[in-house]
């Protein structure tokens, strides 16, 4: 299941940031681009932010809506949570990814999650009979938020698979990634992710819900604006770093985003899966563009594209509409096409 000529995308951002041409598309050319979703057909878009070098080169509004906007970006939030896994990490709390679950949720021991190594949660291969596509499966998303004791019903999920080889898109494990880091923190994960993230990024307008027991949801349920979806964006594509200062360690960055499995034939929109983040490689006429991206229910993304020192922050409320998925993709490659012909990007290195 591992994937073998992947995506290795954040790695190689110095390498590629050294060589880059001079030439790009202008601010005027890129907000043209935007202007095209003006007349969009669904009118529940939010807004776009794009960033080049870091720098805010556009940004644009939809449907009444504004830079202040706090906006629920639904499972991008869970990419968020693998940011906050890393931190974990790195200061300690979280001794090692192969660790069990149950170390950090002693509670856990017995249940079907307890022995699942935190590496195969990150990478949705918890082996757990948890299948948010389906509402008859047993660890259902839907079943999860409507228990009572969320804690619970987690430890209630029973097996399906041998951990660490299948792939199945769920959110009851990234609501477990939540609890470790609590467990490992001493605090939510709200809490730590306030004070190890947001604010170290200058983040100070946001929400994180917590579910009947209290617990941070690490599937979801952040609201942020597009602005510090953006922010989270130029941290990553700079491997961890924020003006100068680390909040990430690059290692950390790199592991995360690399493609740990294959999801292609899973994924009309993903060609593989890192840990709680997608990759996927768009031609763009002659040039092969690596993108890393969070995403979430109706087309809320953050799209990391090193090739061209470019972060795409998208925000939607086409929540549970198929379209939305589709009109984020479209704007990244409209804003793509842009670059590239003007000669802002450059085939990944490693083709």
Known sequence: MQASGGIVL?????????????L???????????????????PDLRGVVVLRGGRRIAERYYNGAGPGELHDIRSAGKSVTALVTGIAVDR?????????????????????????????????????????????SPGNEDRMDAAPDPLAFVRGVPREDPPGTRYRYNSVTAYVAGVAVAGATGSTMAEFAGRHLFAPLGIARWRWDADAAGMTKGQG???LTVRDLAVLGEMVRNRGRFQGSEVVSAGWIAEMTAPHVTIATDDA???SYGYFWYGKTHRIGGTAIDVAFASGNGGNKIYVVPACRLVVAVTSSAYGKGYGQRRSEAILKALLETETAAGGCRTSSRR
Do not use: K, Q
Request: proline share 7%; net charge negative; charged share 25%.
């Open 221 to 223: 349920n952040l609201r």
């Open 92 to 136: 300690g709390a979280i001794h090692a990814l192969g660790d069990p679950v149950s170390r950090y949720w002693p509670a856990s021991e017995g249940s079907a999650i307890g022995p699942v190594s935190l590496r195969d949660v990150l990478t949705m291969r918890s082996g757990l009979a948890a299948f948010d596509e389906d509402p008859a």
């Open 269 to 271: 929109y993903a060609d």
């Open 10 to 22: 954040i790695a190689a951002v110095a390498v590629c940031a050294a060589a880059m041409p001079a």
């Open 24 to 42: 790009a598309a202008s601010p005027d050319e890129v907000v043209a681009v935007l202007e095209r979703w003006d007349r969009d057909d669904h």
